[in-house]
């Protein structure tokens, strides 16, 4: 990082950001041919760090998954803009977290289970879930396991 008076290295205040984030970006690669989709997500943080995702069976992310399972991430939150009379001068507070990592299709149905509940406790929900069977059959569940990944702030 260059600016590494704006580093974020303590996995608490990284978590934060995580919470505070409404999505998160992931970047696909194929062919030197980036492809990025923004997604709605839930997480876990700690003795391993993974990203959750569902979506489609079909599409472009996973044909590109297929050939190539390393990603990059971003995330970011607490945006405010701010002026100043030059125009160089202006400028934007935010937080952010940019990681890289391989992503996979889960199959194994108590880990889909677990996805799904952490991906609804993010947005709001809390508890024990019930899934349509169906609903089920037609999602997709996505594993990013984080290898790396760096906080940055700027006040």
Partial sequence: MRRNDR???EISMIGSIF???DVCRVAFADNNIPYIVTMNFGFILGERNVLYFHCAHEGRKIDMLRRNDNVCFELDTDHK???AKKACGWGMTFKSVVGFGKITIVEDPAERVEALDLIMNHYGGGGN??????QMIKTTILRLD???MTGKQKK
């Fill in 146 to 148: 984080i290898k790396e």
């Fill in 81 to 83: 803009l701010f002026e």
């Fill in 19 to 21: 919470s505070d984030a």
């Fill in 7 to 9: 580093e974020i290295t």
């Fill in 129 to 134: 879930y019930d899934y349509d069977e169906r």
